[in-house]
């Protein structure tokens, strides 16, 4: 009882412009109050008519009344305020742009507390009071705010649509369908909801039994998400390990070999500089005797020189140097071809290592293995769209369809050198590597190859290297109008099959499978590759004179 005086007491002291409680409330010559700053504002805006009217009443006055603040009105606003009046609404009260605002407020609207699907206007708590408190009013369906009221009218008609063409699968008014769907099957709307509204009981089962299979799974892979990080780090560490130790051995063998060849080099060394110290002090001797010899020599007494020449000294003992053998001069090349012929085994057997690692890597998956689709709605959940690389096309060749399609062109494009463009065959690549298992399809137009290929695959010059097919670095298929041919590493294999100018391609590069297929009413596979992709994949396409191709634009399903 008290909240309705409340009630009351606060819709006699509002102000029906702002729908708030009176501030510095004036009293027109009509009787009616309002704010000061409310009604000078609306007759501000009708000054240029020269009108200046109650809002209420629309009595007008003439000239423009001067209006004084009613200080009794005020002081009871005041003392009510005392006893509890509810003050005015909040901010977060009034309508904002994304709210829905009440139809009836003038001036600044408060946001809508519901909708009437009948009267088809929404209304805020004032105003809904007034709607319940009627008795016409109170059968009306009242429903949460809604902006999109109109569209429950006929836009024929302009009624409301109480009905349901269940032929045309469509909400429309009584008068709808005793005309346009007469012969239709209609219900009313309340019954559609009714039908429908008992199927999503088991909908909503069939949804929420997936939600908690599905959060499951995510658990799972949360978990196995963890295994392989664990099993990721600990297999880093066990490498790092070994190949810590392996460089720890090479590096004491290094010092080992090291040592060992200057212990040698010091030891040949000292043999060779005792040998030359002998040497040289034979030639010293050598030296001397001869001196002797000429000086004898050159004596003219003959008794002096017979009586001298038995003093002279016998020759020492030292070896002649032509009695010295030296070994041809190989230094250390023995050693050297043998540190040589190590590092070789050892890089052979890094590298059979490697490859048996990298392999091992590749392989390690922690999903299940996808069963290769066997109709085409089930590729179709695997479609990707695919644009080719305008860096990557020949000059021959013409990108169009947001580059999905390339065309043969007799004169050269002028596009920019690039280091990854295909200088002479018309080939072109795609823009994004295709990763997990994907599924495009090409329109062909006359002699097109379809391929697969590395991004390392070679781009200058006309060797094979280049050339989808004729290398170990790409697969295609040759379709050239009545035939298909598949080739790679310069290995053709004929290939049968029904001839259509699409061709699918689905690829899991994990799984290492590549398959072609012609595409028609059904899907008929043209060829399949297993094996070990050990790189990243990009599609391309190469052209012949005269020729098209388009990769198609795929719906998933």
């Known amino acids: ?162 009905m349901f063409c269940r032929t045309d699968q469509q909400c429309i008014c009584y008068l709808c369908s005793v005309e346009e769907h007469k012969d239709h099957d209609t219900v009313s709307a309340a019954a559609e909801r009714t039908e429908r509204q008992r199927e999503l009981g088991p909908r909503r089962q069939t949804i929420q039994q997936r939600l908690q299979d599905t959060e499951k799974d995510v658990k799972l892979l949360q978990q196995k998400e963890k295994v392989v990080h664990g099993s990721a780090d600990k297999a880093v560490k066990h490498s790092e390990k070994i190949f810590t130790e392996l460089s720890r051995l090479l590096e004491k063998r290094s010092s080992d070999v090291k040592k060992q060849i200057r212990s040698q080099e010091e030891t040949e060394v000292s043999r060779v500089r005792e040998l030359q110290e002998r040497l040289e002090q034979e030639i010293t001797e050598l030296k001397r005797k001869d001196h002797e010899l000429n000086q004898l020599s050159d004596t003219e007494d003959h008794n002096q020189f017979l009586h001298n020449y038995p003093l002279l000294s016998p020759l020492s003992g030292y070896a002649h140097s032509s009695s010295i053998r030296l070994r041809p001069l190989r230094d250390f090349e023995d050693v050297t071809a043998a540190v040589s012929q190590f590092g070789g085994r050892l890089q052979d057997i890094l590298s059979e290592t490697d490859t048996e690692t990298l392999q091992n890597v590749s392989q390690v998956d922690v999903l299940l293995r996808q069963p290769e689709p066997e109709i085409r709605a089930d590729f179709l959940k695997y479609s990707q769209e695919i644009a080719l690389d305008p860096n990557t096309a020949n000059r021959r060749v013409l990108l169009s369809k947001g580059s999905r399609k390339v065309t043969f062109m007799r004169e050269e494009q002028s596009y920019s050198n690039h280091p990854d463009r295909f200088t002479v065959y018309a080939q072109a690549l795609s823009r994004e590597s295709l990763t997990g298992p994907c599924y495009w399809e090409v329109e062909v ?13 070679s781009r200058a010059g006309g ?86 191709a388009e990769l198609c634009k795929l719906k998933k399903t």
Not at 102 to 113: I, M, P, Q, S, Y
Not at 445 to 457: D, E, L, P, Q, R
Not at 503 to 532: C, I, K, N, P
């Open 445 to 457: 137009g006359g002699a097109v190859y379809v391929a697969v290929t590395y991004k390392n695959i």
């Open 1 to 162: 009882m008290e909240q309705q005086e409340n009630q009351l007491d606060r819709e006699r002291f509002c102000c029906s412009i702002c729908v708030d409680l009176l501030k510095d409330p004036v009293t027109t010559g009509c009787g009616h109050s309002y704010c000061m700053s409310c009604i000078n504002t609306h007759w501000d805006n009708g000054e240029e008519r020269g009108s200046y009217s109650c809002p209420q009443c629309r009595q007008t006055f003439t000239p423009r009344p001067v209006l004084g603040k009613n200080t009794m009105l005020a002081d009871s606003l005041e003392e009510l305020k005392k006893t509890g009046l509810q003050a005015a609404p909040a901010d977060h009260c009034y309508a904002g742009p994304e709210d829905v605002a009440c139809d009836v407020c003038t001036e600044r609207k408060l946001k809508a507390l519901k909708s009437c699907l009948n009267c088809l206007a929404s209304y805020c708590e004032k105003h809904l009071q007034r709607h319940l408190q009627s008795a016409a009013l109170k059968k009306h369906k009242l429903v949460e705010p809604s902006e999109k009221l109109q569209e429950s009218i006929c836009s024929c008609h302009d009624e409301v649509m109480k």
């Open 463 to 548: 060797s094979h290297e280049c050339v989808f097919g004729f290398n170990d670095k790409s697969w295609m298929l040759y379709c050239d109008g009545n035939r298909y041919v598949f080739q790679y590493n310069n290995i053709k294999t004929p290939v049968s099959g029904p001839w259509s100018s699409r061709v699918g391609v689905y690829l899991d590069h994990s799984a290492g499978v590549l398959s072609f297929y012609s595409v028609a009413d059904t899907m008929t596979l043209l060829h399949r590759v297993q094996t070990t992709f050990t790189h990243p994949l990009y599609a391309g396409v190469r052209l012949y004179y005269g020729s098209s």
